[in-house]
């Protein structure tokens, strides 16, 4: 079993859904990193949160430290949201990476 | 501002050659990293440096060295390649604890 599990894997929504992506951890942390890869390549870092809740534009990150969940939203989605969204474990500059969820929001 | 500068880009390298993947940070962040990424598996961590003089060994150090030539600097060798580090590397920094990374663009490796 993987340190780092997310679901869905794949998932595909129309322009304006509402898009949660979850991501549950085995480790411990002392953070938990959600950060968007888009489809060139390119990773940005979204969000490192410690407990309870972080919102930047219509992106909103939520973690449980008890039941070791966290979850991505995003509200009002938009074509360019399309990319893959990965969480991380991280602790003490280590960080463990789940597989990532590909999201494709069309028009 | 250029943020995290990664060079090459791509590289194609023969078995048991050596070669150094070069990163540079501008945003006077004191931890660098250095990640690969596979497919199906994630990225992975090989080493990091939460500051100028030092450095750790990460998820997957064997077959890496690398040096922090300066707080900007953070570079990574392969010593002899092999077809298993073809991947992608990325370098990235952040200011420390609980502040986001920036990543650089990415190197492209093929070991042949």
């Known amino acids: 079993k993987n340190e780092v599990e997310q679901s869905p894997q794949n998932l595909t929504a129309q322009e304006g859904e509402f898009i949660t992506i979850n991501c549950s951890y085995s480790v411990g942390i002392s953070a938990l990193h959600w950060l968007q890869q888009h489809p060139g390549g390119g990773i940005v870092s979204l969000f490192m949160?410690?407990?309870g809740k972080k919102k930047h534009g219509r992106l909103i990150a939520t973690i449980n430290i008890q039941e070791k969940h966290s979850s991505l939203h995003i509200t009002a989605s938009h074509p360019r949201d399309s990319a893959v969204y990965i969480c991380a474990a991280y602790n003490n500059n280590d960080m463990r990476f789940g597989a990532g969820t590909r999201l494709t929001v069309k028009p | 501002n250029a943020g995290v500068t990664q060079t090459p880009k791509f590289q194609v390298l023969k078995t048991g050659q050596s070669m150094t993947l070069q990163c540079a940070q501008d945003?006077?962040?004191?931890?660098m990293y250095w990640y690969r990424q596979d497919p199906g598996m994630g990225l992975r961590l090989i080493y990091y440096s939460a500051s100028e003089g030092t450095t750790d060994k990460g998820e997957v150090p064997n077959g890496y060295n690398v040096s922090r030539l300066n707080k900007r600097e953070f570079s990574l060798r392969l010593e002899s390649a092999a077809p298993s580090q073809t991947s992608v590397y990325f370098c990235?920094?952040?200011?420390?604890?609980?502040?986001?990374?920036?990543f650089g663009s990415g190197t492209r490796l093929t070991v042949v």
């Open positions: 949160l410690s407990s």
């Open positions: 990235a920094s952040s200011f420390g604890y609980l502040e986001g990374y920036t």
């Open positions: 945003m006077n962040h004191n931890s």
